[in-house]
């Protein structure tokens, strides 16, 4: 993870990279990348980060099915929150003059704080998206092992392909994190990866 100050702002950006380009691990992030870059494109005037993160962890579980680590629908992943167990944290949160910028859990400009989400209740983001304001995208995809161990112990360990579990678990697992702004116009531009491709 990194975190760069440009004018006094806030950026933060990660990348996950693998040595071995031939491996399944390298296609696992290939396939994190692509869900990545579908959820940054659900970002728009008047979304719910709520609900952004809600889709992302059927996206997290549709990852796992393709790679044969869960043995059951994305549905009932999320539902059973086995999804959880392999992304234990929010999607995102603003940006702006601090890393974890404030406002992200107001309901209006008077002050008043929005009801935490009852599935989701540590979510650092739950204000309605509005122009000109910058969000982190990083979902993650995880093989900690205390998380799994208590998984392993479950009532639904049988939905777990634990050998492929195994395969994993020495890479620790993968995030990718853009940070996109939605202006005025509705148009969404993702400020991380214009950024690279200047570089570049």
């Not at 990660?14 to 992030?29: L, S």
């Not at 970002?43 to 609900?51: E, M």
């Not at 704080?113 to 983001?125: C, F, T």
């Not at 994993?168 to 690279?196: C, K, M, Q, W």
Request: charged share 25%; proline share 4%.
């Amino acid at each position: 993870m990194r975190e760069w100050r440009v004018y006094g702002y806030a950026s933060d950006i990660t990348r996950t990279y693998a040595y071995d380009p031939g491996c399944d691990f390298a296609a696992m992030i290939e396939a994190m990348d692509k869900t990545q870059l579908a959820l940054c494109a659900e970002g728009g005037i008047g979304k719910s980060p709520v609900d952004i993160h809600a889709l992302s962890a059927y996206k997290i579980a549709e990852v796992l099915i393709e790679f044969d680590v869960l043995q059951l629908s994305a549905e009932e992943a999320v539902a059973k929150d086995i999804a959880g167990s392999f992304y234990p944290h929010g999607l995102g949160h603003h940006l702006g003059c601090n890393v974890h910028d404030k406002g992200s859990q107001l309901a209006n400009a008077q002050g008043a704080i929005l009801p935490r989400s009852e599935k989701y209740p540590k979510l650092r983001s739950g204000a309605k998206m509005v122009a000109n304001q910058i969000h982190t995208v990083e979902p993650g995809l995880y093989f900690i092992p205390v998380l799994l161990d208590k998984l392993k112990s479950g009532k639904h360990a049988k939905a777990i392909n634990w050998s492929r579990i195994d395969e994993f678990v020495p890479y620790g697992g993968i995030r990718i994190e853009d940070n996109i702004v939605v202006h005025v116009d509705s148009t969404l531009e993702n400020l991380t990866r214009d950024a690279f491709r200047r570089i570049n």
